[in-house]
């Protein structure tokens, strides 16, 4: 799976992005977390000891706040992902069976299951009047369904090639 929007994990990199969080705010492993993704897409595992470090705390006291956050991820995102509102508002307007139509279409296409991975449920993206909910490569989409999201992940796929 191509990561190439993130660059690759270089400790010396992170300690660069860590460093001025770490001078400035007290209690920082959640933003030293976020800079972290922010930058490399994803924490790799060598991370959590270099912020566990950083901050002068454990590393169990970093993973605990890695795996609070299900935002964290410790793998590179699929290139262009698609993750649908889980939430009650979207789930009263057809969000569960999107859900199953959108998992036939990747199960149908290991094209478009590899470009968008495994939907990672959210909740609640505040656009509930506008439900089904999704996110495609991080943009937010209202009355979804299968056909706008195969549409939605070939522009993100056009665009990302063209950056
Ligand atoms: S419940 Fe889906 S956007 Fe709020």
Known sequence: MSTARYPEWQAEAAEALIAPIVAREPG???????????????VPGDAVGLIADACNVSRADVHGVFTFYADLRDTPPPAVPVRLCAAEACQAVVGRQLKAEWAAACGDDAQLAALTGV?????????????????????????????????????????????
């Open 119 to 163: 939907d990672e449920p959210i909740f609640c993206l505040g656009n509930c009047a506008l439900g089904p909910a999704a996110l495609v490569d991080g943009e937010l989409m209202g009355c979804a369904d299968v056909a706008r999201l195969k549409a939605a992940v070939g522009q993100a796929q056009l665009a990302g090639e063209g950056a």
């Open 28 to 42: 920082p492993v959640l933003l030293c977390l976020q800079a972290v993704q922010a930058h490399f897409g994803h």
